[in-house]
């Protein structure tokens, strides 16, 4: 593999991540539609609009030019919000070779197709091996990341020469990478874990305690769980970075944009006025209305993610929906995941 890396787009966690292929010796080419961002990229080495404070690698020059941040590259990593990522898939095919290493660092479903962000990039670049698709995910804040402060974070993929590739190009002295071939997993875990943050943030704002928020994590992972394997993932991914690991730095992390907007919403403000206030991609908006679709679909039971959902777009309290999640009829906690039914009580 050639030291030729691009990454797209150059938010915070994009930036990062080309912070972290520069500290491990790779020219890399970081891609954005912003010229003035470009600009500031090469000629300050900073990024201020997503990190501030921070000086970037000189080994990371930005470009505009996705044919030229695309051409002759051997890896890609995909750090776009999921609504873009069809659209920057289409957008690279021309450019790009059929070995060419494919990394995805995205947390969402697309909205109305339902789909994860691997089954995307296999609409849309058919000429690809889907075996060289890999997802990165984890408890991995960009601000930290970009600190060097320890992190670790998994990386799947159908075929394991593709895992231990992406593995190889990102593992460092302060980013271990571990390998798991769960796709599904990894994907369902970075994405619905949005969405109790967001319920995390809610009750913060209510000031309902830590008590309110460890039950509504523990009983989110359930929910995650169950919803993941019905859509093929195995439930002992869950129980690993990319589902608890994930879960508990994104629910009680000031740097998380999930729990921030939940935590206003619990407030009392609109989400057209937190989205406005945010600035940026809240990814566990959109993940919940994908969610409580899917969890029609596939018939599994999600009361957090359902009253969350009211809470958004139905004008429904937060109070409200706290009330009724206490006052859900009574059921043991222990439940087969993939169907959401009570289990056989064994004592």
């Not at 209305?289 to 009361?303: D, I, N």
Request: charged content about 20%; aromatic content about 4%; hydrophobic content about 45%.
């Amino acid at each position: 593999m050639s030291n030729k890396v691009s990454v797209l787009v150059a938010g915070s966690w994009g930036t990062a991540l080309a912070s972290v292929l520069a500290d491990n010796g790779k020219q890399v080419l970081l891609w954005s539609r912003n010229e003035q961002q470009v600009l500031e990229i090469n000629e300050k080495h900073t990024n201020s609009r997503f990190l501030q404070d921070v000086e970037l690698s000189p080994h990371i020059v930005a470009t505009s030019s996705l044919q030229e941040a695309i051409e002759d590259a051997d890896a890609i990593l995909l750090v776009v919000p999921s609504s873009g990522m069809r659209e920057v898939a289409s957008r690279i095919r021309p450019f790009l070779k059929k070995e060419t290493l494919l990394i995805h660092a995205t947390k969402g479903f697309e909205t109305g197709t339902l789909k994860r962000m691997t089954e995307v990039l296999a609409d849309e670049l058919p000429e690809m091996d889907p075996k060289r698709f890999v997802v990165l995910s984890g408890p991995s804040h960009a601000e930290e990341v970009i600190r060097q402060c320890p992190t670790t974070v998994v990386v799947a993929a159908q075929d394991l020469e593709a895992a231990e590739a992406a593995q190889d190009l990102l593992i460092n002295s302060y980013f271990r990478v571990y390998t798991n071939p769960d796709v599904a997993g990894v994907e369902v875990g970075g994405a619905l874990k949005n969405i109790i943050a967001l319920g995390a943030g809610l009750t913060d704002g209510l000031g309902f305690g830590d008590n309110a928020k460890a039950a509504l994590m523990t009983r989110g992972l359930a929910e995650i769980a169950r919803l993941g394997t019905a859509m093929g993932a195995n439930p002992l991914t869950f129980a690993g970075l990319a589902g608890i690991g994930d879960l508990i730095v994104t629910c009680t992390s000031k740097h998380s944009r999930n729990w921030r907007a939940g935590n206003k919403l619990g407030q009392g403000l609109p989400l057209d006025e937190v989205l406005a206030e945010m600035g940026m991609v809240v990814e566990g908006v959109k993940t919940t209305k994908a969610a409580y679709e899917l969890s029609r679909s596939f018939q599994v039971t999600m009361p957090i993610t359902d009253e969350l959902y009211q809470v958004m777009f139905s004008g429904k309290s937060p109070n409200l929906a706290a009330q009724d999640l206490m006052g859900r009829v009574r059921t043991h906690e222990i439940e087969e995941v993939a169907s959401g039914s009570s289990a056989n009580w064994m004592g």
